[in-house]
């Protein structure tokens, strides 16, 4: 996809999010309003054979529960008061990320103008922890208007006011007025997971494709980055790397949804996700599953999207799928 496609992609996902937990949020992604699907709402579609799913264990690095981190609001140490509009940042001297860059390939991504770390905020220097910045080496966060700030140096204190300890190299989540920080040792324990209001904000290494926050919440993986409403239970995070087969059905007036998300669902498992038109149109749009045991990913599915209805692939619902389809994805009309 282009990056307008994208951006285009991200605001109409986003909106529908928003309608869907009765807030709002600025510049927000991705989502399809949810509700359920009426039965035998879909009929014919050949979907291409997609390949067998392959079953990988889930893993967790550190186990056990743990408390998320709490984000830090954006405000300089030393009082500097931050400038009217939003700023760039200059660079801070020291040994590049490489470390951090070879565990995440969102951050291998190749760089645009566009993923300028962008804020109103003070001198970089004040506020976030780092003693290396590379402004070349930022990539925007599959997490709205947000950014993956990787550094060879992470710190307890911005250099501004001492510095503190080195705690070794990491990325910080700048999110609009806050961020959090976590070392690549945390990262890749499943413990870099910060709490941003009611949503769990966290990174990943690469390889999972989702993260089971809990017995009952997981979230896609997303270019490293993963968002989920948090629940009641307390983190116990295991990294999944399932690869399913997917079909998404377009059953709206609107052209390229489908493909546009089997795109970005291509992106996220690494098989590639089948992409056609339903043969009736749906008010609501749904996240079927074939097996029980993938209810929980299909959950996870559907609140990427911004999608609450879920449901098991049958013949009054989804009708002529073929048996090695894993999940199906039907686009509604509401967005």
């Given amino acids: 996809m282009t990056d307008f496609v994208q951006d285009l992609e991200a605001e109409l996902l986003a909106a529908a999010r928003r309608r869907a937990t009765g807030r709002r949020r600025p510049l927000p992604r991705i989502a399809w309003r949810p509700l359920a699907i009426a039965a035998a709402a879909v009929a014919v579609l050949a979907v291409a054979v ?10 967790p690095a550190t186990p056990g529960a743990f408390l998320p981190v709490p984000v830090t609001p954006i405000a300089a140490c030393d009082g500097t008061a931050p400038p009217d509009l939003p700023t760039t940042f200059r660079a801070i001297g020291g040994a590049p990320p490489s470390e951090v860059t070879r565990a995440l390939a969102v951050l291998r991504s190749p760089y645009a103008r566009s993923e300028q770390l962008l804020a109103i905020a003070a001198p970089l220097d004040t506020w976030l922890p780092v003693g290396e910045h590379d402004p070349k080496a930022v990539r925007r966060a599959s997490v709205p208007a947000s950014y993956l ?6 710190r307890t204190k911005p250099l501004a006011c001492g510095g ?14 806050r961020f959090a920080c976590f070392t690549l040792a945390e990262i890749r324990a499943g413990r870099a997971v910060a709490r941003n ?15 089971r926050l ?17 629940n009641s239970e307390p983190l116990d995070v295991t ?12 059953a709206t007036h609107t052209p390229t949804l489908a493909a546009n998300l089997a795109d970005t669902l291509t992106s996220v498992f690494g098989t590639r996700a089948s992409a056609g038109y339903a043969p009736i149109r749906s008010a609501t749009t749904t996240v079927f599953f074939r097996r029980r045991q993938d209810e929980l990913l299909a959950s996870a599915i559907a609140c990427y999207l ?13 009708p002529n799928i073929p048996d090695n389809v894993d999940f199906v994805v039907v686009i509604g009309e509401r967005m």
């Avoid at 997609?50 to 893993?59: D, G, H």
Wanted: with cysteine; aromatic share 6%; charged share 15%.
């Fill in 50 to 59: 997609l390949a067998l799913r392959p079953s990988e264990p889930q893993r």
């Fill in 149 to 154: 700030v990787p550094t060879s140096d992470l």
């Fill in 164 to 177: 503190g300890k080195s705690r070794g190299p990491g990325v910080c989540l700048v999110m609009p007025g």
């Fill in 197 to 211: 209001g009611r949503h769990y904000v966290g990174i990943a290494p690469d390889g999972p494709t989702w993260v």
């Fill in 214 to 230: 809990n017995a009952s919440l997981a979230a896609l993986a997303v270019h490293n980055v993963f968002e989920q409403v948090a």
């Fill in 239 to 250: 990294f999944a790397y399932d690869a399913p087969s997917i079909a998404v059905l377009n």
């Fill in 306 to 318: 911004g999608a609450s209805a879920t449901g098991e692939i049958g013949a009054a619902t989804t």
